[in-house]
T-cell receptor, first 118, second 116 residues
Framework: NAGVTQTPKFQVLKTGQSMTLQCAQDMNHNSMYWYRQDPGMGLRLIYYSASEGTTDKGEVPNGYNVSRLNKREFSLRLESAAPSQTSVYFC?????????????????FGPGTRLLVL | AQTVTQSQPEMSVQEAETVTLSCTYDTSESDYYLFWYKQPPSRQMILVIRQEAYKQQNATENRFSVNFQKAAKSFSLKISDSQLGDAAMYFCAYHGEGGATNKLIFGTGTLLAVQP
């Protein structure tokens, strides 16, 4: 059980290049998320997918696209990278459990991808 | 909109001592969840502890406990018997009731140093 995995771990791009960040989870979670982390700031949501086949914009979606390929995989694509997209990118997944006390949801994070755009 | 504030950019504690990290939040919702995540130098985000707002009892996980004051919208993390491995960035996060359509909202983090 690897949890949430991300590839690559580190990438350098030139301005205008494109690339796809891969994320996979083996916990059978319905929901998946992409965040970016910049110095002095908390994580900010880029896109999320509540279930297979659906995606929605988060707080900072501009310049990104996503694909929920299947239940396990959720990719993030930069079509034309810009220096402002230099950041650490985290993928996360979660599921919601329902009990007598209400619902519970906890997000589990991957190890992150460090992206440098020159 | 909900916000999360961590007013301590950096903290330091001696090994084996106790330290408390502060977090306040703002929301108009009555049901929500609060989390503390740890981010060591490896940059992995690790869940430390969670608290459901409807529970009056403070959550505890081994050496980690919270002081949840709902009326004051305060959610502090206490680390007892601090260890060198506790050195990390700690993020407080808020999640509203309503499932996956409500994103996690993070504070800006507190960098904890543990002195031997």
């Amino acid at each position: 059980n690897a949890g949430v995995t991300q590839t690559p771990k580190f990438q350098v791009l030139k301005t205008g290049q494109s690339m796809t960040l891969q994320c996979a989870q083996d916990m059978n979670h319905n929901s998946m998320y992409w965040y970016r982390q910049d110095p002095g700031m908390g994580l900010r949501l880029i896109y999320y997918s509540a279930s297979e086949g659906t995606t929605d914009k988060g707080e900072v979606p501009n310049g990104y696209n996503v694909s929920r390929l299947n239940k396990r995989e959720f990719s993030l694509r930069l079509e034309s990278a810009a220096p402002s997209q230099t950041s650490v990118y985290f993928c996360a997944s979660s599921f919601i459990s329902f009990g007598t006390s209400g619902s519970k949801e906890t997000q589990y994070f991957g190890p992150g991808t460090r992206l440098l755009v020159l | 909109a909900q916000t999360v504030t961590q007013s301590q950019p950096e903290m330091s504690v001696q090994e084996a001592e106790t330290v408390t990290l502060s977090c306040t939040y703002d929301t108009s919702e009555s049901d929500y969840y609060l989390f503390w995540y740890k981010q060591p130098p490896s940059r992995q985000m690790i869940l430390v502890i969670r608290q459901e707002a409807y529970k009056q009892q403070n959550a505890t996980e081994n050496r980690f406990s919270v002081n949840f004051q709902k009326a004051a919208k305060s959610f502090s993390l206490k680390i007892s018997d601090s260890q060198l491995g506790d050195a990390a960035m700690y993020f407080c996060a808020y999640h509203g009731e309503g499932g996956a359509t409500n994103k996690l909202i993070f504070g800006t983090g507190t960098l904890l140093a543990v002195q031997p």
